[in-house]
């Protein structure tokens, strides 16, 4: 099993998610797009499947970064043969905006520790199976995407109520899923971006945001763990298409 997996910048890559699909026997086919040379395949049809990472473009920035536009193809073109798809945030907007959803910024940023809420269709899809009906996830970004026509809204919250969608046949038969937040992420991670990121956070939270996000970080971490790990097993899952219905 391959996958592909669009990594926009360098900080910013599968994480967790990594571990979890090398594991279960994944080759991971990583194009990241900072590197001097990268260039993204013409089709997917070598590829099993399709993850697209965050990043801190936005999905609407094709003239500054035209190969989103590449992404957006290959996207539409991984709906077409009904290839497991998933996106995380900058990702999850690009299948939107693939899908001819708009993309567009939020009323405000979330950075940080927030509840999301499984909407009654995201307690059904095999992507939640097993996991608490709300719970806190880590954000970091400015724009929401709207749901593409016939997506089913699995997941929402109260600052940005769109917070994961699938796309597809039916609840159980979606091979597109759209995630908001991270669970992709580990402590290290975090960290990196709140130094490489530093001046948002600070713009966002005041003197002292990053010391207090690397505090609930660890404060939360412990409790958060096995419900992650559920989550990138599931995830898993999804990619490779066990338990869907036909």
Not at 77 to 88: Q, Y
Not at 162 to 171: D, E, K, L, S
Request: a negative charge; proline letters at 7%.
């Amino acid at each position: 099993m391959q996958a592909l997996v669009v990594q926009h910048v360098a900080c910013e890559g599968p994480g967790l998610l990594e571990h979890v699909l090398v594991e279960k026997g994944w080759r991971l086919d990583i194009r990241c797009m900072d590197r001097p040379g990268a260039a993204l395949p013409e089709s997917l049809g070598n590829h099993n499947a399709f993850v697209i990472l965050g990043g801190p473009m936005g999905a609407y920035e094709e003239e500054i970064y035209p190969y989103l536009l590449q992404v957006q193809e290959l996207i539409r073109e991984a709906v077409r043969m009904r290839l497991p798809t998933l996106g995380i945030c900058l990702g999850g907007q690009l299948i939107a905006r693939a899908l001819g959803a708009k993309v567009e910024p939020n009323p405000v940023k979330e950075i940080g520790w927030y509840r999301v809420r499984l909407t009654p269709a995201g307690r059904l899809v095999p992507l939640f199976t097993g996991m608490p009906p709300e719970m806190p996830v880590f954000q970091w970004h400015g724009d929401t995407f709207a749901l593409p026509k016939g997506a089913l809204l699995l997941a929402e919250g109260d600052s940005c109520l769109n917070q994961a969608f699938v796309y597809g046949a039916h609840v159980y038969g979606g091979y597109a899923w759209g995630l908001q937040f991270h669970l992709e992420v580990s402590p290290e991670m975090i960290e990196e971006w709140a130094k490489l990121y530093a001046d948002e956070l600070v713009d966002f939270g005041g003197p002292g945001a990053a010391d207090r996000l690397l505090q609930e970080t660890r404060a939360r971490w412990e409790k958060i763990r096995p419900f992650q790990e559920l989550f990138l097993n599931n995830v898993e899952k999804v990619l490779r298409g066990t338990g869907l219905a036909g």
